[in-house]
């Protein structure tokens, strides 16, 4: 056979392929190559040969240098390089889950915590096994199975890291060290940035791939949060839009229920984005919130060039008009951000030139925050029967900020101006653990008022680090008792933090292993009901019974239940309410725990003998009371903690049924 030469160019491109081919491929290290400590050791099960801890351990770095390995590692070329890791978590799973790595190459100092990245929590939900599965990618293997996991896009305590490798010094030192024992390390893999490995690349050391295979997908709904008792929703706006029905059951303007947006021009009024909101919602049945009408940012220009008192005239005619226009609005965002962009001009840095109408309301005054009460009265006088909501970013992840939230709080509770508690769960307000946000979650909820999780994003710079954070925050907000729905400030490209990656689904409609997570995690998740209720408190079914008195005091736990009283302590006094004859309200604290059953309206003028007046189901209408709906006629119930009793008049009293 003669052999022709190829011709230069085509040698040229063929070369580059080749060395394209050669730089994907990850530089695998073997975990028994490693040089270890008296409390690390070698060991083989089941044709695989694995690095273990010998002992037990906590803290935040391996503590001695008997519980590090360390490894040389050689790479082909200098780059960015994201660290995998193939390992087996022990039957003890969450007490056989994590171990240190070094935060970047060289020699680390056992005790310094600065120079370790915790790994946690790898027992469950994470990892992929699969030989075609991406790493990662919908991966959510468990314990006692060999799994990959892509250490450089998984937070499992600590902010996970790159490794970058510089021109002149490819061999690298890299350290790791032990935790917990029960964890099996089988091999590292230090892939390059930018390209994605499978499990069977892994394994066999093989090239990864530019991009992921994400085949276009339509959902069909219906929405993730159907049949439940939160909502789960979205903002509207045009980039948002495709697939909506399919995912989220409530509605929220992003920018068109703003007064600058619809009021640019004095006198002359833009209603055409929220008409769009307002009327989407409607047509689908979605529970719509308003926002926003006071605001220091993305106001009118034009209102800084009037005096206070016509910038009060003004403040008056756009809460009027948004009250006329919009009669069925859910829940009304009366003032947004007044701890960090009040009205008053100010430039903090975040907004330059905001509006400056703070004196038309009142100023600081005597309470610090007259401006903010006077928005809320007007909001009332406007929205009488509508549930006002105040909102803010920086809140859960602050203690400081909760409390300076709750005096604003306070203010308006004193005197019935607000009626729920929102705030805004940005990416960057929920970089804390778990356990600081539910305990800032519990303090908000001591007021005993609604709490709405608005604007909720979290950051995707890799699949995995998004599907982690996930998992970490949403079921804080989902799973707590006092939040009445979730509301995602987008979930497509084109949302406002599109360049961070805080997208669930991509252009084609291809969703991101987030978005399957959060799918799957609202369809099984449920509300505890009565039952659930008897489990949190430690009690039983059979001494604390819908029908049971345990504490003597005339009121069965069921009703004890509605009410967030304690069953153990005597508080009859709770349902007792002195009222004439022609009075149609009731008042009392309702639990948020309370969300199933039927309210039966009793009353008596002796207090033991009691005759049921009215049967009616609950139905949440305001955050401070609830709106029953009889068949015969309409009475509102406003139960918000006003008690009485006098026997020579009549008494009411209400029941809980299950």
Same mark, same amino acid.
């Given at each position: 056979?003669?052999?022709?030469?190829?011709?230069?160019?085509?040698?040229?491109?063929?070369?580059?392929?080749?060395?394209?081919?050669?730089?994907?491929?990850?530089?695998?290290?073997?975990?028994?190559?490693?040089?270890?400590?008296?409390?690390?050791?070698?060991?083989?099960?089941?044709?695989?040969?694995?690095?273990?801890?010998?002992?037990?351990?906590?803290?935040?770095?391996?503590?001695?240098?008997?519980?590090?390995?360390?490894?040389?590692?050689?790479?082909?070329?200098?780059?960015?390089?994201?660290?995998?890791?193939?390992?087996?978590?022990?039957?003890?799973?969450?007490?056989?889950?994590?171990?240190?790595?070094?935060?970047?190459?060289?020699?680390?100092?056992?005790?310094?915590?600065?120079?370790?990245?915790?790994?946690?929590?790898?027992?469950?939900?994470?990892?992929?096994?699969?030989?075609?599965?991406?790493?990662?990618?919908?991966?959510?293997? $468990?314990?006692?199975?060999? #799994?990959?996991?892509? /250490?450089? $896009?998984?937070?499992?305590?600590?902010?996970?890291?790159?490794?970058?490798?510089?021109?002149?010094?490819?061999?690298?030192?890299?350290?790791? $060290?032990?935790?917990?024992?029960?964890?099996?390390?089988?091999?590292?893999?230090?892939?390059?940035?930018?390209?994605?490995?499978?499990?069977?690349?892994?394994? #066999?050391?093989?090239?990864?791939?530019?991009?992921?295979?994400?085949?276009?997908?339509?959902?069909?709904?219906?929405?993730?949060?159907?049949?439940?008792?939160?909502?789960?929703?979205?903002?509207?706006?045009?980039?948002?839009?495709?697939?909506?029905?399919?995912?989220?059951?409530?509605?929220?303007?992003?920018?068109?229920? #703003?007064?600058?947006?619809?009021?640019?021009?004095?006198?002359?009024?833009?209603?055409?984005?929220?008409?769009?909101?307002?009327?989407?919602?409607?047509?689908?049945?979605? #529970?719509?919130?308003?926002?926003?009408?006071?605001?220091?940012?993305?106001?009118?220009?034009? !209102?800084?060039?009037?005096?206070?008192?016509?910038?009060?005239?003004?403040?008056?005619?756009?809460?009027?008009?948004?009250?006329?226009?919009?009669?069925?609005?859910?829940?009304?965002?009366?003032?947004?951000?007044? /701890?960090?962009?009040?009205?008053?001009?100010?430039?903090?840095?975040?907004?330059?030139?905001?509006?400056?109408? !703070?004196?038309?309301?009142?100023?600081?005054?005597?309470?610090?925050?007259?401006?903010?009460?006077?928005?809320?009265? /007007?909001?009332?006088?406007?929205?009488?029967?509508?549930?006002?909501?105040?909102?803010?970013?920086?809140?859960?992840?602050?203690?400081?900020?909760?409390?300076?939230?709750?005096?604003?709080?306070?203010?308006?509770?004193?005197?019935?101006?607000?009626?729920?508690?929102?705030?805004?769960?940005?990416?960057?307000?929920?970089?804390?653990?778990?356990?600081?946000?539910?305990?800032?979650?519990?303090?908000?909820?001591?007021?005993?008022?609604?709490?709405?999780?608005?604007?909720?994003?979290?950051?995707?710079?890799?699949?995995?680090?998004?599907?982690?954070?996930?998992?970490?925050?949403?079921?804080?907000?989902?799973?707590?008792?006092?939040?009445?729905?979730?509301?995602?400030?987008?979930?497509?490209?084109?949302?406002?933090?599109?360049?961070?990656?805080?997208?669930?689904? /991509?252009?084609?409609?291809?969703?991101?292993?987030?978005?399957?997570?959060?799918?799957?995690?609202?369809?099984?998740?449920?509300?505890?009901?009565?039952?659930?209720?008897?489990?949190?408190?430690?009690?039983?079914?059979?001494?604390?019974?819908?029908?049971?008195?345990?504490?003597?005091?005339?009121?069965?736990?069921?009703?004890?239940?509605?009410?967030?009283?304690?069953?153990?302590?005597?508080?009859?006094?709770?349902?007792?309410?002195?009222?004439?004859?022609?009075?149609?309200?009731?008042?009392?604290?309702?639990?948020?725990?309370?969300?199933?059953?039927?309210?039966?309206?009793?009353?008596?003028?002796?207090?033991?003998?009691?005759?049921?007046?009215?049967?009616?189901?609950?139905?949440?209408?305001? $955050?401070?009371?609830?709106?029953?709906?009889?068949?015969?006629?309409?009475?509102?119930?406003?139960?918000?903690?006003?008690?009485?009793?006098?026997?020579?008049?009549?008494?009411?009293?209400?029941?809980?049924?299950?």
């Amino acid at each position: 056979m003669m052999l022709r030469k190829l011709p230069q160019v085509f040698l040229s491109v063929l070369a580059l392929f080749v060395c394209s081919l050669q730089a994907s491929e990850p530089v695998i290290v073997e975990a028994e190559d490693a040089v270890t400590g008296a409390e690390m050791s070698s060991a083989s099960e089941g044709g695989v040969e694995f690095l273990t801890a010998t002992s037990d351990g906590a803290g935040n770095s391996p503590g001695s240098e008997a519980r590090t390995a360390r490894f040389s590692v050689t790479f082909p070329e200098a780059g960015i390089y994201q660290l995998y890791v193939r390992l087996y978590v022990g039957p003890e799973s969450g007490s056989d889950d994590s171990f240190f790595y070094g935060n970047g190459f060289g020699e680390k100092d056992p005790a310094d915590d600065a120079d370790w990245i915790l790994v946690n929590q790898l027992g469950s939900g994470i990892g992929s096994t699969s030989p075609e599965d991406y790493v990662p990618g919908e991966g959510a293997a $468990g314990s006692q199975v060999w #799994k990959w996991v892509m /250490l450089s $896009g998984f937070n499992g305590g600590e902010d996970p890291i790159n490794f970058s490798v510089p021109s002149g010094q490819l061999t690298q030192t890299f350290d790791i $060290g032990a935790r917990e024992d029960g964890l099996r390390i089988d091999k590292f893999a230090f892939g390059w940035d930018g390209f994605f490995y499978t499990v069977d690349n892994l394994d #066999k050391g093989e090239a990864g791939a530019e991009s992921t295979p994400n085949e276009p997908f339509t959902p069909t709904g219906p929405p993730i949060a159907t049949g439940k008792w939160k909502w789960l929703g979205s903002v509207h706006s045009a980039s948002q839009l495709q697939d909506f029905t399919a995912y989220w059951n409530q509605v929220t303007p992003e920018n068109a229920g #703003k007064w600058g947006s619809v009021e640019g021009t004095r006198d002359v009024m833009n209603w055409g984005g929220l008409d769009a909101a307002y009327d989407f919602a409607k047509e689908n049945g979605y #529970k719509f919130r308003m926002h926003i009408l006071i605001w220091g940012a993305q106001q009118p220009g034009w !209102i800084n060039d009037l005096s206070p008192e016509e910038q009060l005239v003004e403040i008056e005619e756009w809460i009027s008009a948004v009250a006329e226009r919009y009669p069925d609005i859910d829940y009304l965002e009366v003032v947004n951000e007044p /701890l960090h962009q009040a009205p008053d001009g100010g430039d903090t840095g975040v907004v330059s030139g905001r509006a400056n109408y !703070i004196a038309a309301l009142g100023g600081e005054g005597e309470t610090g925050w007259d401006w903010l009460i006077e928005s809320f009265r /007007l909001a009332r006088k406007y929205f009488p029967d509508t549930p006002l909501v105040i909102n803010d970013y920086g809140i859960i992840g602050s203690a400081q900020a909760v409390d300076d939230y709750l005096e604003i709080v306070d203010l308006l509770m004193a005197e019935d101006l607000i009626d729920v508690i929102s705030f805004q769960a940005h990416a960057f307000s929920t970089r804390t653990s778990a356990a600081v946000m539910e305990q800032n979650l519990d303090t908000l909820a001591s007021r005993g008022l609604p709490i709405m999780v608005t604007e909720m994003d979290v950051d995707g710079a890799t699949d995995l680090a998004q599907l982690s954070d996930y998992k970490k925050i949403f079921p804080v907000f989902w799973e707590h008792p006092a939040v009445i729905g979730v509301t995602l400030w987008g979930f497509r490209p084109g949302m406002w933090r599109s360049d961070q990656g805080a997208y669930l689904v /991509l252009n084609n409609g291809a969703e991101r292993p987030a978005m399957k997570w959060l799918r799957d995690y609202v369809a099984e998740s449920d509300f505890p009901g009565f039952e659930g209720y008897v489990e949190e408190r430690g009690l039983s079914l059979e001494l604390h019974g819908f029908e049971v008195d345990v504490d003597g005091d005339g009121m069965t736990t069921g009703l004890e239940y509605l009410i967030a009283s304690d069953p153990a302590t005597p508080d009859r006094h709770l349902l007792e309410w002195k009222m004439e004859d022609d009075l149609d309200t009731l008042r009392t604290k309702i639990s948020s725990l309370a969300r199933d059953g039927r309210v039966e309206l009793q009353s008596s003028s002796d207090l033991e003998n009691w005759t049921t007046e009215a049967l009616f189901d609950l139905l949440l209408q305001r $955050g401070s009371g609830f709106e029953i709906d009889l068949e015969e006629e309409s009475v509102t119930l406003e139960m918000s903690a006003s008690i009485g009793g006098d026997s020579e008049k009549r008494f009411y009293r209400i029941s809980f049924k299950q």
